[in-house]
């Protein structure tokens, strides 16, 4: 039963995210790898948010 609950949950939850994909283990491992790259080491004081642009959406939605 839980599978089934899943199985209906995710497609929905794919039209809400703006990319219209569930997120990867490896969106967060690229993430974890440019903060500990010497790319990243200008880089101070921010979040890295991973998360499809659910954040931004959310932020648009309280500026109106």
Not at 48 to 53: E, F, M, S
């Amino acid at each position: 039963q839980m599978r089934s609950v899943v199985g209906e949950f995710l497609p929905q939850l794919e039209k809400e995210v703006p990319m219209k994909r569930i997120g990867k283990t490896t969106d967060i491992a690229h993430g974890a790898l440019f903060l500990a790259s010497d790319e990243s080491t200008y880089v101070a004081g921010t979040d890295l948010v991973i998360d499809g642009g659910w954040s931004s959406q959310l932020g648009s939605a309280s500026a109106h």
